[in-house]
């Protein structure tokens, strides 16, 4: 099953423009599926991906398809290792109110709320939770290198600090 309509992105979302997950710019921005200029598939095992590492241009703008093959939700992130950081105590509410459930991910808490007029939108172009078999698209056009690196990471508590990260090199 492809999730499309809440996780593709589309250009009007402004670079730097989503709440806590600021600094877009500093890696990029999310793009149309259209102009992506090539596809990277991206699958997620329990606690590392394939492939392990990205290269891309200043400037490009790619397709990832991304499937989840392991048998716990994952996650994927685009972003500087402080973008991953910030999501820290975000990820761990999701645990802790039961978005995220080992192998389950709750969606309905996500869009609908948790009858209390909150809601857990995990929505931003550069990521997505995925549970066991999900698969997503997300098109991003990669900025010039910057001063941090750029990574591609896995942010449900405890992956990132197994491994669940990867390199993305811009040149």
């Keep these: 099953m492809v999730m499309a309509l809440s996780i593709l992105p589309v250009a009007s979302h402004a670079a730097g423009a989503h709440g806590g997950h600021s600094g877009h710019a500093n890696f990029g921005s999310p793009a149309q599926v259209s102009a992506a200029g090539r596809t990277i598939n991206v699958v997620m095992h329990d606690n590392y991906f394939e492939p392990e590492s990205l290269s891309v241009e200043p400037g490009e703008t ?68 995925l549970a066991p078999g999900e698969e997503a698209e997300i098109a991003w056009t990669f900025a010039q290198a910057g001063a941090q690196p750029i990574e591609f990471a896995c942010n449900v508590p405890g992956h990132y600090a197994a491994g669940m990260v990867g390199d993305v090199a811009v040149e």
């Design 62 to 129: 790619v397709l990832f398809r991304i499937s989840n093959k392991g048998n716990l939700v994952h996650e994927f992130s685009l972003g500087t290792p402080e973008t991953h950081a910030a999501s820290d105590d975000e990820m761990q509410m999701f645990v802790a109110h039961g978005v995220i459930q080992g192998n389950k991910l709750n969606r309905s808490m996500m869009t609908e709320g948790m009858g209390n007029g909150h809601s857990m939108s995990h929505a931003a172009p550069h990521r997505v939770l």
